[in-house]
């Protein structure tokens, strides 16, 4: 399975940005898919995750304001990002996972099996 995503970019704290990661190959293998950032200086981190069928999940840190969509036809993963701030400003990556992932799997990035190559996100005036 091979992850594209895209849509990163600048823009200005409350704004909106739309990230896309596209998986071409063996789509068959990405069940749970997901979205970790990594800012300067730390540590990668998780954002949101599409379980299956539906099931989603959030940060604490995001929540409220982003919300992880999947369209299977596509074989596109979506992370609608609004009321942006400068601590969104990170690297975004997806990931997916071949097996279905249950709640406290998901937010660990170690069971994950595949990773796109990130997409960049600045939030500043």
């Known amino acids: 399975v091979q992850l594209q995503a895209s849509g990163g970019g600048w823009v200005q704290p409350g704004g909106s940005l739309r990230l896309s990661c596209v998986a071409s190959?063996?789509?068959?293998?990405?069940?749970?898919m997901g979205w970790f950032r990594q800012a300067p200086g730390k540590e990668r981190e998780f954002v949101a995750a599409?379980?299956?069928?539906?099931?989603?999940m959030t940060a604490d840190s995001v929540k409220g304001r982003f919300t992880v969509s999947r369209d299977n036809a596509k074989n596109t993963l979506y992370l609608q990002m609004n009321n942006l701030k400068p601590e969104d400003t990170a690297v975004y990556y997806c990931?997916?996972?071949?097996?279905?992932?249950?709640?406290?799997?998901?937010?660990?990035?170690?069971?994950?099996?595949?990773w796109g190559q990130g997409t960049q996100v600045t939030v500043s005036s």
């Open positions: 990931a997916a996972s071949r097996s279905t992932l249950i709640v406290s799997q998901a937010r660990r990035e170690e069971v994950y099996d595949y």
């Open positions: 599409y379980r299956w069928r539906g099931n989603v």
């Open positions: 190959g063996r789509t068959d293998s990405a069940n749970s």
